[in-house]
């Protein structure tokens, strides 16, 4: 008997025994590059701090507002009901479990929008559908949201309905006390009397 | 990287010139194996010659571990290529069918053309044999076209089926295939000895 045999034997069976130490879990599932680059320049994937803004006033129970800043930031000030994980601890599993949940809409959020752009990129090379994007973060909430500037007496409608809604908003999140939007000054109601009139008395 | 066409690598016209070259590497290593003789493969039903369980079991397992280690370099990902999907009925009365032509004609398909290519007269008829075989099962596919598609399972991995791990399975039939090597030897050993030799 050949003895390349034995050896072809033992080499086959170690090779085939070998197989079983590839560990392929250390490697996550990704999407292909090109979705991933398609669904970065899609603009859907941004939603505007007025839209936030609207959704937690409404109780909207569909979003999942993420914080990614460090749980030192979220501790000092953060949205209404968000959850903080953190940049570096959103690809664990006790954090995966927020994404992916059926009829859920994530939205992530940051001090700008780049670290939350970042979640963002993560969870969808993950392959996780509805994550959105507070555009501006939570610079942008501030600007609008909690401290709205007048828009120009000369700036359309649209411009002042958007500057009512965030006034109204402003209320909501900061408890701000209703101004009075017309400064007019009060016009003096003047009362005009009307003279007497002089009867003629006596006379004959 | 791979599979090469559905990742983009190249397109899907080099199909043709892509299985040119595997069918000529094919007919190649069965003729050198000695698949052109009818002799050398009909032995294995008689026992004296077991060198088509051996070719075909070891391309099997050295392709089975190795795709394994490809998708682990991350060469090639497993989840893409392309499964050949299961009719469980019609596909166990195929086998039957020609396991029975390859007793009774001494050649599978692909091993009668590397004997033509070799100049075998036997090779030769068994391929005419062929084409009449599929001259009548075109003509009349009409009368069993609905059993032809019964037993549907889709693509079926025997991972899917069994809910076993792939290298456990790679492993297992890595086992069975060099056990049996070992023990046909052995077979081939006894019965050799009552045989005559014969001529490739």
Same mark, same amino acid.
């Given at each position: 008997?050949?003895?390349?045999?034995?050896?072809l034997?033992?080499?086959?069976?170690?090779?085939?025994?070998?197989?079983?130490?590839?560990?392929?879990?250390?490697?996550?599932?990704?999407?292909e590059?090109?979705?991933?680059?398609?669904?970065?320049?899609?603009?859907?994937?941004?939603?505007?701090?007025?839209?936030?803004?609207?959704?937690?006033?409404?109780?909207?129970p569909?979003?999942?507002?993420?914080?990614?800043?460090?749980?030192?930031e979220?501790a000092e000030?953060s949205?209404?009901?968000?959850i903080?994980i953190?940049?570096?601890?959103?690809?664990?599993?006790?954090?995966?479990?927020?994404f992916?949940i059926?009829?859920?809409?994530v939205?992530?959020?940051?001090?700008?929008?780049?670290?939350?752009?970042?979640? #963002?990129?993560?969870?969808?090379?993950l392959?996780?559908?509805?994550?959105y994007?507070?555009?501006?973060?939570?610079?942008? #909430?501030?600007?609008?949201?909690i401290?709205?500037?007048?828009?120009?007496?000369?700036?359309?409608q649209?411009?002042?309905?958007?500057?009512?809604?965030r006034k109204g908003?402003?209320i909501?999140?900061?408890?701000?006390?209703?101004?009075?939007?017309?400064?007019?000054?009060?016009?003096?109601?003047?009362?005009?009397?009307?003279?007497?009139?002089?009867?003629?008395?006596?006379?004959c | 990287?791979?599979?090469l066409?559905?990742?983009?690598?190249?397109?899907?016209?080099?199909?043709?010139?892509?299985?040119?070259l595997?069918?000529?590497?094919?007919?190649?290593?069965?003729e050198?194996?000695?698949?052109?003789?009818?002799?050398?493969?009909?032995?294995?039903?008689?026992?004296?010659?077991?060198?088509?369980?051996?070719?075909?079991?070891?391309?099997?397992?050295?392709?089975?571990?190795?795709?394994?280690?490809?998708?682990?370099?991350? #060469?090639?990902d497993?989840?893409?290529?392309? @499964?050949?999907?299961?009719?469980?009925?019609?596909?166990?009365?195929?086998?039957?069918?020609?396991?029975?032509?390859?007793?009774?004609g001494?050649?599978?398909?692909?091993?009668?053309?590397?004997?033509i290519? @070799?100049?075998?007269?036997?090779?030769?008829?068994?391929t005419?044999?062929?084409?009449?075989?599929?001259?009548?099962?075109?003509?009349?596919?009409?009368?069993?076209?609905?059993?032809?598609?019964s037993?549907?399972?889709?693509?079926?991995?025997?991972?899917?089926?069994?809910?076993?791990?792939?290298?456990? @399975?790679?492993?297992?039939?890595?086992?069975?295939?060099?056990?049996?090597? #070992?023990?046909?030897?052995?077979?081939?050993?006894?019965?050799?000895?009552?045989?005559?030799?014969?001529?490739?």
């Amino acid at each position: 008997m050949n003895r390349n045999y034995f050896f072809l034997t033992a080499l086959m069976l170690l090779l085939a025994i070998g197989t079983m130490f590839l560990s392929k879990s250390e490697q996550q599932k990704q999407i292909e590059p090109d979705k991933l680059l398609w669904e970065i320049i899609q603009p859907t994937r941004y939603v505007s701090t007025d839209e936030v803004a609207k959704l937690i006033i409404q109780n909207d129970p569909s979003i999942e507002l993420i914080d990614v800043r460090t749980p030192k930031e979220f501790a000092e000030f953060s949205l209404p009901n968000a959850i903080n994980i953190p940049l570096d601890s959103i690809v664990t599993t006790s954090s995966l479990e927020y994404f992916g949940i059926p009829g859920m809409n994530v939205i992530f959020f940051s001090n700008d929008a780049i670290q939350a752009d970042q979640g #963002w990129v993560m969870t969808k090379r993950l392959g996780f559908d509805a994550t959105y994007v507070m555009k501006g973060g939570l610079n942008r #909430w501030i600007e609008t949201i909690i401290q709205p500037t007048e828009p120009k007496e000369t700036a359309p409608q649209t411009e002042f309905d958007i500057y009512q809604f965030r006034k109204g908003a402003q209320i909501y999140f900061t408890g701000a006390k209703v101004e009075t939007t017309t400064n007019a000054k009060k016009n003096k109601v003047v009362i005009k009397r009307r003279k007497k009139t002089v009867t003629a008395s006596g006379g004959c | 990287m791979g599979p090469l066409i559905p990742n983009g690598f190249i397109t899907g016209d080099w199909d043709f010139v892509i299985a040119i070259l595997l069918g000529i590497a094919f007919g190649f290593i069965l003729e050198a194996s000695g698949f052109s003789s009818s002799r050398n493969l009909a032995g294995v039903f008689y026992g004296y010659n077991f060198v088509v369980l051996r070719v075909f079991f070891t391309a099997m397992i050295v392709a089975m571990v190795g795709l394994l280690y490809f998708d682990y370099f991350g #060469w090639l990902d497993l989840s893409k290529i392309f @499964i050949l999907p299961t009719f469980v009925w019609p596909m166990i009365v195929g086998g039957v069918i020609m396991g029975l032509g390859f007793i009774v004609g001494g050649f599978c398909p692909g091993t009668s053309f590397t004997a033509i290519a @070799i100049g075998k007269l036997d090779g030769l008829v068994f391929t005419i044999g062929l084409y009449i075989g599929i001259f009548i099962f075109t003509e009349s596919f009409p009368l069993f076209s609905d059993f032809y598609t019964s037993g549907d399972m889709g693509n079926p991995t025997l991972m899917d089926v069994t809910g076993i791990s792939a290298p456990w @399975i790679a492993f297992a039939f890595t086992f069975i295939a060099l056990a049996v090597f #070992w023990i046909t030897m052995l077979i081939e050993k006894r019965v050799r000895k009552t045989t005559t030799a014969y001529k490739f």
